[in-house]
């Protein structure tokens, strides 16, 4: 069974509006953490926001929020006033375990994101 | 300079041949993981390595093998590379924090012939 799953492919969204990409999860464990990463076209892996799952707040990273939803096992990323720059391939990703006493970290098959001017 | 390198950045090779991919980190991490990417299935993870004396399978070691020769040091070689590990390999490191988020190098775009 898939462990993370990002059902849009592709989303389109015009420049300067707010876009959400989804992301649901499956891990029976009570401690966790959920991840998002961005790849551009020039293929790097870019690190931009956790949350744990013990974490109460919704985690935020000046453009980026995530929107979490323990009880629907939900991580979706928020993106505001998009910006041309952020076309790219977006990764949902999770830690399963206490990361510092090991873990199993496994991605989504990632949604590709394109704005448009 | 990057904190996570890795060597080549593309190699061709054809089947057969023994290939190696190194990775190289200076952010002071003590885990070190090697990755594959093919389109469509995101990254999936060959090796892992919480220290120089770790080292673990991941979901797809079938076909490779690493060695960790120093803690900021870990390598990835194919001994006899076949046309289905075309793809692009990305090395990684995480502290063993609580959050245990990964940082990637920028990759290696490897096509066997």
């Known amino acids: 069974a898939q462990k993370i799953t990002q059902t849009q492919p592709g989303m389109f969204v015009q420049e300067k509006e707010a876009v959400t990409l989804d992301c649901t999860y499956d891990?029976?464990?009570?401690?966790?953490?959920l991840f998002w990463y961005k790849q551009p076209s020039s293929g790097e892996m870019i690190f931009l926001i956790y949350?744990?799952?013990?974490?109460?707040q919704n985690a935020t990273e000046g453009r980026y929020s995530l929107n979490f939803q323990k009880a629907r096992k939900s991580a979706n990323l928020v993106i505001s006033a998009s910006q041309l720059g952020d076309s790219a391939m977006y990764f949902c990703?999770?830690?399963?375990?206490?990361?510092?006493?090991?873990?199993?970290?496994?991605f989504g098959p990632g949604t590709r994101l394109s704005v448009l001017p | 300079d990057a904190d996570v390198t890795q060597t080549p950045r593309n190699r061709i090779t054809k089947t057969g041949k023994r290939i190696m991919l190194e990775c190289s980190q200076t952010?002071?991490?003590?885990?070190m993981y090697w990755y594959r990417q093919d389109p469509g299935l995101g990254l999936r993870l060959i090796y892992y390595?919480?220290?120089?004396?770790?080292?673990n399978k991941g979901e797809i070691s079938d076909g490779y093998s690493v060695s960790r020769q120093a803690q900021a040091k870990f390598s990835l070689s194919l001994e006899s590379a076949i046309p289905n590990q075309t793809a692009l390999y990305f090395c990684?490191?995480?502290?063993?924090?609580?959050?245990?988020?990964?940082?990637f190098g920028p990759g290696t775009r490897l096509t066997v012939l």
């Open positions: 990684a490191t995480s502290a063993g924090n609580l959050l245990g988020t990964q940082y």
């Open positions: 891990t029976s464990d009570q401690s966790y953490g």
């Open positions: 949350q744990g799952s013990y974490d109460e």
């Open positions: 990703a999770m830690r399963e375990g206490r990361a510092n006493y090991g873990q199993n970290f496994v």
């Open positions: 952010k002071g991490h003590d885990r």
């Open positions: 390595s919480f220290d120089v004396k770790d080292i």
